[in-house]
Structure formats: C-alpha cells, structure tokens
C-alpha cells in the first residue's frame, strides 16, 4: 500500500550509475567456466512451494536457476538491499554474460508451458530495453523469447520514479511466459539460452515455473461472446473497451454469461461490471491488456462501481482471463490497478494479474468478496488491498510474487474492515513492506499461508495501528481477535533502509495508538531463516499477544527486538540459530516489555541486550518447517547442444543447508575471504568484492556521498602491520584519499594511517601498499574521503598483512617535523569529550554525535521542541567555530533544522552566542554546516533545536568544535 510519510531518513543507499546500467554488473559469483558446462553451485534453501499443507497449491513446478546446469555464474546467496541477488527467490540467481551461456532445467513432471523470471539491466535514461533469449528442448531450438526491462528498475524515494541518476536502484526483476505448442514428459531438458548480447549485455535467470496447461475452455451454453456478438478485436490492434462494456452490459440485462474467446484484447480503460459473470477460455488464452496513448491515466481493468456512484456493484464473477498491464511507473492516484471499485457476493477465480499497479485495490463499503485460485505478479504497488470497509472477505488458494508494496493488505481507512481473512496463500518476494498485513481490522483470519524473501521495509507478517484513519475513534484499530495460525514465514523481514534497522518477520506497531483490547493468536508457526530478528514491538506499545506451539528456527540478529512496551505470553516458544545466541531479546524499553512464560519454551529466554548498536545479521540459510518440507531440488545433467560436449552430471543439492565454513584468521593476505561490510556499496559492487582474490571485482560506494569506508573482520586479535589496495588493472590512473583504522571490538576505532592521497596507476599493477607500525587488531577499516577518478570510493581487493611497507607514495606527503604537543587549530575540540542530551530516542544516544562516524546519530524524542544536545570541552576553551553534520547520505535528503548556540564556563549560567537561526543540511554538499562562534570561551557548548523540516525531532550525526 501507499507508504507513510517516510519517518527517519536514515540509509546510504548505492546510486546506480549509466555506466553501470548500460554494462554487465560484476556480481559476487560461483563462476563456472563457459567452456566446460556443468551445474550451477547454488546454496541449498527452503522454497516457499514446499511446506506441506501450507501455501496456495499451485498448478506448476517451480525450479531455481542456481540448481540448475548452467555454464553462467551464481550470483548471491545476499540480502542486502539494492543488490542483484536480493531480489531473487532463495536470494540466488543465475547471471549469463556471453553469447552461448545457458540455464538449463529438467522437467520434474509434464509440461506445455514455461513461466521464467529474469533481470536485464537497465538502459542509462531508464526507459529499458528489449531483448530475446532462446529456448532450447533437449538441444534443439524451440523458438526465441522476447525478454524486457520496461517493467523493472525503479529509484529514488518513495514512490519511486524511472531515473538512473538517482539513488536506491531496485525492483529488478520481471517474469514472461510462452507455450511450448506440444507436451514434453519428464525428463526433458528446457534451456534458456543466450544468442546475442548486442541487446543486453547480461541476462539473470532467478526460477522457472513448468506447467501443464490445459486446453483452451469452450463457450458456456448460451453466453454471449464479446468477438462474434460483439466486435471485440482479438488481436488486440484496436481499442475494444466499449465493445467489452457493451457485451457485459447486455450480459447483466440478458442474465447471461459473457464470454472472452482466445486472443488478446486491447483496453484503453476500465471496463465496469455489475450482476454480470466474465469468463475466459484459461488465463494463458484469454489476456486483457493495453493503456490509453494519450492519457496515460487510464489502463486496462475490471471494475466494480464505486459507493457514491451505484455501487457496491453486486453478484460479479470473474473467471478464467489474465489481466496483463502496461504499467511501468508508480502514481498513486492513478486508477491503473487490474481490477477496482467495490463488488459485493463477488467472485474472482483463475485469474492472472501482471503489470499492472495493484493486482486489486478494493475501496468498500462492501460485503463477501472473494479472490481464489489466481495468480498476482510483477505490480508496482500492492498485491492485493482490502481498502475501506471490507467485510466478510477473503483471498485464498492465491499466488503472489514481486510486487512493489504490501502482498496482501487490509487498510480500513475510514470504515472498519471485519470478519476479513487471508487463507492457504503463498506470498513471496514484496519488494517494499510486508509479505501479509492487517492495519487495524476486527476479528481477522490470517492462517495457513506460506511468507518467504521479503525485500525491505517489512516483515513476513505485521499486524499494526498504523496509516490515516486507523484509530478506535473510528472503529478501525486492531480489535476482536485476531487468528493468525499454522502459517509458514522464511526468510522475512528485512533491514528498513529508512530506520536503519531490521525489521522482525512478525513485528506489531502502535504508531496511531496502542494495540490494545484485542486477542491476537500466534500458533502453530514456522518462523524460518528470518533475516533479522524473529519478532518485534515498535512505535507504541502492544498488549494481548500469545504466541503458542511457535517454532523459530534461524534469526539473523535477536529472537525478540523489543523497541516498545508490549505484554506477551509465550507457551511452547522454541527458538534455535539465533545469532545473538547468548543474548537473543533486544530490549532498550525495560519493564514496559513482559513476556509471561506459558511454559514448554526455549532458546529465546535466557539473556537480554541493551546494546545501543545494531549487529551485521548473520544468515546461514538454514531453518527447517516443524511440518516438514525441503530445499528446492537441482536439475540433472545438461542435455547435448550441437556442437558442445554433453556435460557431466551435476551433483544434487543436500536436503538440509549446509553450514557455512568457519571465520578461521589464517596466514599470508589475512583479509581475503573473510566477512567485510561497508558504509555503502552501488548496485552489486559489493564490500565481498574486495576480499575475494579476484582483483577484477570490485567494491564500489555510493557516488556523491564520501566519506565511505570498507571493514573487513579478520577473525582473531593480530599482529598487522601493512595494508595492500588495489584497483582493477586496466583502469586509468587516479588518487585515492585513504586513512586505515583497527579495533579490536568493531566498537572502538584507532588510527593505523593517516589519510593521504595514493595514487593508483596501472603501470604500477594499480596497486599501493600502506604501511604502520605494528598493531594487534582484529578489524581493519579504510575509509575512503576523496577519488580523483569516480565520485565513490573504490577497490578492487583490500589486502591485509602482518609484514610490509608502503611501496606506494602518498601524493600528500606526511609530516617530518615533531608533532605540536597542542592541538592545531584544526583539531576538533570535541573528539572524546561528553555529550548529553535533553531526550533520546531508542539506541540513538547523544554519544552517536561525538562518536567520529557520521553515518551514527543522536535523535531526540519526536513532537518535542525544544531539544538541546551540551558538550562538556573540560576547561574553559577558546571555541571560533562548531562544524554540525548529518549522515552524508542522499537517502538523509535536504532538511533545514533550526536552532541556537548557547555558551557557559559553569554549566549553570549560559549565554546565547549565536542567535537561533536555520541551518540546512544539504547531501549534495554533505549534509554538513558550519556556525561560526569567534571569541567564544567556554567550558560547555549547548546547540538548542527548535525545529526540523525533515523529522519532527532533533537529530545530529556529529558536533565538532574547532579553535578557528
């Protein structure tokens, strides 16, 4: 659904070039050479279709492409926001590069049908491009598949646009389908091969749905048929909207069935039915599309009429048709959805719905409603959204993959939403928000449903007193009982690039108001591989929550992340594969959080953490279902293409995930291959890059948005005391400003090497060694502030050793002279000194602003002016100016805060010394002010806030303060 306005601009988030768009991205990779075929090296997971009596049952087999044979790369397994693989089901894929490469799967069951989801990149003005693959049987080509990228990438905030240029690059894949025209058995080898690279440079192949499709469906007796009766065009050449309005007009007055033959039609707008049956010949025969040339507000869709305007409608049934859009952006306010309006004792079964906004958008008032047996892909916007007074209704036995919000949602935004219930669905990959939510709603049923891979900004399931209008004032706030039983959650929730944070895979938040007076019910859920932490309390606090014969199995972070009061009760709570094992409940709200032990638990109760930082998730992949179900199977061998070799079989996948090999120091180049993070990375030029031995990849950051640093964890407290940069070797030659720091906790940072430009010439191998004196560290950092050559910092390989010496000259030559045993007067006068604050929010303390890292910040309590932030220099100190920073990142956009500087020698009595005034932060020019103060002496330094346009809250990253 649409988001609210966005909270915490917390995130630096990669920018995505033209450069990068128009070539094939360098993806962290199993590569498996091109001249020897083989199978694909895929991490073993759990698919989504195959929990045991869970999910919608589908009429497909689906097959990864990274258990497949393949002579491409493996991208992922990654869940990091704005990467490739993250998007992809499992969080793997299949990246082909070259004229030749393939995927290719072996038939599990018959099939006359394939269904494949793909990503092309992107053209540099974002338009997209079109291309084509062959599609092989048993070696022999079928036909070519025409492919696109019209309906993928999108960037920037909420609610996105179509513009390279700008940041958060996502939604990045697509899917198509074709007939095969014949029915091919088991056994059969179905390639998806690459014939030319002249269109797209890389094709990535994610999964493959095979199905047997059944023959078209004949004209009911005695209907009516929008083509012989009606001049619809089955071609699609020509507008048939009114033809189509005509047929189902006579339909309600005639009371007959309207039927839609094979073909596909072209609609320029809604097509609006009342007390009327719509039936097609199957959903891979009948297709609706198209949108108005001129007035791109209209599109394609079924519609029920509106309250107001004689609706609901009543007694619609629509069957057996596709809905396939045109829709490549997001506008909220355009009606583009496949099917609208509000319908009463109303049916939608075996329906297709792709590429369109939202697959249905319902605004009621209206009363049993149902959608069935259909499948939901590739919207902008919602799955499904249960709008506004909807009651007794339901979606089940329903299908949903990569939509652009919420899969399925209910959103009783004026009128309560009752008796409404989500059943035996399977909802995967939402690339923003949640996999299945209910915002507010009374007595709500959400059970027997499969959630897996959500994107960011989400959980696998939330249930909230959130968005306009939920409120008990109105009877919209979560209230009766709320069911949510034997449902099966993998790999949910994510980190939200606004908070900067995980989201749990089931998290409740009272934003609007308390969730209380309502019974939720938890039970008899599998909650799997969550990407970070199982469950979560946010906002305002939750009350009446039990969670009964629960089984958490793998959480990235915490079990439980309590960041708001809450009453729980736990019975039969089993959790295991917690990453903070020894302390897996988060809790920053103290006794406002209880939990009441029902009994029969474990592995969550034992250990609580007020950090006041955020761990880096660890994901094993791991997480078995209590009812049973395996990872996806891998394809056997690859099928002869003349005139290649017939490959060797690829070996199968274990049942169960394998467990990752152990963070071991090692000797030699003590980095490579141990775990590294950065502040920022762009597209899929990850921090991995630059620890993998391969001086090819690379790591790239955020462009426009230093200072950047890499970290690279090497295990185990050691001895170093030289660090190796490199650079691809063909790249020109260019300088890097670089500073190198250890810790031995990931906490606190010293200095191993000062900044100073080095410069990377490809004459030279691109290659420059920093040497230190010998420090014991575990974790090294180079932070990265300036780059003659791209606006982002840039490495290819990050080489770490515990003997050496700088081979390659900084261009800025370190001092010779005896450090002044003074500060110079561009020391900044805060650094370790105390800060404290009038108010804080959450883990953001007032020490984040005097902590050396401008992507850590100090926020006060919202809706609170004023708010002061004092520092404490510990003698009185002449002070001539303060430098005031926010995160540097473009996702922290222009906000103007205002505020005054007060000064004092005792800490009792101040003195204004620069009148309040607003200051505006700006990441084009790194969201960084500076106030001048001349001929301030002072002891302490107060910054009094007033106001933000950004937050209603105070917020500061870093408070420095200089001599002059």
Not at 455 to 476: C, D, E, F, W
Not at 630 to 635: A, C, K, R, Y
């Amino acid at each position: 659904m649409q988001s609210p306005p966005v909270r915490r601009l917390r995130s630096s988030v990669a920018a995505l070039t033209a450069v990068a768009l128009g070539s094939a991205g360098l993806f962290t990779a199993a590569v498996v050479g091109s001249a020897t075929p083989a199978s694909a090296a895929g991490v073993p997971t759990l698919s989504p279709l195959s929990v045991s009596g869970r999910g919608a049952t589908v009429p497909f087999k689906e097959q990864e492409a990274e258990y497949a044979a393949t002579n491409g790369s493996v991208i992922g397994p990654d869940r990091l926001y704005g990467h490739l693989p993250s998007e992809a089901s499992g969080r793997q894929a299949v990246t082909l590069n070259s004229v030749g490469q393939y995927v290719e799967f072996t038939l599990s069951a018959p099939a006359n049908s394939i269904d494949f989801r793909y990503s092309l990149p992107d053209t540099a003005d974002g338009k997209g491009r079109d291309a084509s693959m062959d599609l092989l049987v048993n070696g022999s080509k079928l036909k070519s598949v025409d492919v696109t990228s019209k309906y993928s990438w999108y960037y920037g905030g909420y609610p996105f646009n179509n513009n390279p240029g700008d940041t958060n690059p996502h939604h990045f894949y697509d899917e198509t389908r074709t007939l095969f025209g014949s029915t091919y058995p088991a056994g059969t080898k179905i390639r998806l091969q690459v014939s030319s690279t002249a269109q797209s440079p890389s094709f990535t192949i994610d999964l493959a749905d095979f199905e047997q499709v059944g023959a078209p469906i004949a004209k009911p007796a005695g209907a009516l048929d929008v083509v012989a009766d009606f001049g619809a065009d089955p071609t699609g050449a020509t507008d048939s909207t009114a033809k189509f309005q005509s047929a189902v007009n006579a339909g309600q007055a005639q009371g007959k069935t309207v039927f839609i033959p094979q073909g596909t039609f072209t609609l320029y707008d809604h097509v609006v039915v009342d007390g009327v049956t719509l039936a097609g010949a199957g959903p891979w025969y009948s297709v609706l599309g198209g949108r108005d040339p001129n007035n791109r507000q209209k599109a394609a869709g079924i519609y029920g009429k509106y309250v107001g305007q004689g609706g609901p409608s009543q007694n619609v049934n629509l069957k057996d048709f596709a809905i396939i859009g045109d829709i490549r952006e997001r506008v909220d306010e355009d009606q583009v959805n496949a099917v609208g309006g509000a319908m009463s004792n109303s049916t939608l079964d075996n329906l297709w719905l792709q590429h369109t906004k939202v697959g249905a958008w319902m605004d009621g008032p209206m009363d049993r409603f149902t959608i069935k047996n259909s499948r939901i892909l590739d919207q902008t916007a919602d799955g499904v959204n249960f709008h506004t007074g909807v009651t007794n209704s339901t979606v089940t036995n329903t299908f949903v993959r990569n939509t652009g919000d919420d899969g399925l949602a209910s959103w009783p935004e004026r009128v309560p939403n009752v008796n409404d219930s989500f059943t035996h669905n399977t909802v995967v990959l939402p690339i923003l928000a949640n996999n299945i939510v209910t915002y507010g709603g009374k007595d709500f049923t959400i059970s027997d449903n499969v959630m897996s891979d959500t994107i960011s900004n989400g959980g696998g399931l939330h249930i909230a007193n959130r968005y306009p209008g939920v409120n008990s004032g109105s009877g919209t706030a979560v209230a009766g009982t709320i069911t949510a039983a034997r449902n099966t959650l993998i790999r949910t929730g994510n980190s939200d690039f606004n908070w900067q944070f995980g989201v749990g895979a089931i998290w409740f938040d009272g934003l609007n108001e308390p969730i209380a007076g309502a019974t939720i019910n938890i039970t008899d859920t599998d909650i799997l591989d969550s990407s970070y932490e199982a469950v979560q309390t946010i906002d305002g606090s939750s009350s009446g929550i039990n969670f009964t014969n629960v089984n958490i199995d793998g959480a990235g972070t915490y079990a439980i992340q309590a960041q708001a009061n809450a009453n729980m009760k736990f019975t039969n709570v089993k959790a295991k594969n917690i990453a903070q094992a020894a302390t897996p409940i988060h809790n920053c709200v103290g006794s406002g959080f209880v939990i009441v032990d029902g009994g029969g638990n474990s592995g969550w109760n034992n250990g609580t953490t007020c950090s006041g930082n955020w761990p880096a998730p660890q994901w094993t992949y791991g997480g078995q279902p209590s009812t049973g179900g395996g990872t996806s199977s891998p394809s056997p061998s690859p099928s002869p293409s003349t005139p290649t070799t017939p490959p060797a079989s690829p070996s199968p996948s274990p049942t169960t995930p394998t467990t990752p090999p152990a963070c071991n120091p090692g000797t030699g180049n003590l980095a490579q291959g141990k775990p590294a993070t950065a502040t920022s990375t762009n597209q899929t030029y990850t921090a991995a890059n630059a620890v993998d031995g391969n001086a090819a990849s690379y790591w790239e950051s955020a462009n426009n948005a230093f200072p950047q640093s890499i970290t690279v964890d090497l295990c185990a407290v050691t001895a170093v005391s030289s660090v190796t940069a490199k650079l691809p070797t063909g790249w020109e030659t260019r300088t890097e400003t670089l500073a190198v720091q250890g810790s031995t906790d990931g906490v606190s940072f010293g200095n191993l090497s000062g900044a100073a430009g080095y410069t990377f010439n490809p004459a030279t191998g691109n290659s420059v060694t920093i040497g230190f004196a010998q420090a014991n560290t575990r974790y090294v950092r180079v932070t990265v502030t300036g780059n003659t050559g791209w606006p982002a910092a840039q490495l290819s390989e990050l080489e770490v050793r515990a003997t050496g010496g700088p081979t390659g000259t900084p261009t800025t030559t370190p001092p010779t002279t005896t450090p002044p045993t003074t500060p110079p007067a561009n020391t900044n006068l805060l650094a370790g000194k105390s800060l404290t604050a009038t108010s804080t929010v959450d883990v953001y303390g007032a020490n984040k602003a005097n902590d050396g890292d401008a992507n850590s910040y100090w926020e006060s309590a919202a809706n609170a002016f004023p708010q002061s932030l004092t520092a404490d220099l510990g003698a009185s100190t002449a002070v001539g100016r303060l430098v005031l920073k926010l995160p540097p990142a473009t996702a922290w956009a222009t906000r103007t805060e205002t505020l005054s500087v007060l000064a004092s020698t005792d800490g009792t009595n101040w003195t204004t010394v620069k009148a309040s005034a607003g200051y505006t932060f700006n990441p084009a020019t790194g969201n960084t002010v500076t106030v001048s103060v001349p001929g301030t002496t002072a002891r302490y330094l107060k910054l009094s806030f007033t106001g933000n346009t950004g937050w209603a809250a105070a917020q500061l990253s870093e408070f420095e303060a200089y001599t002059s």
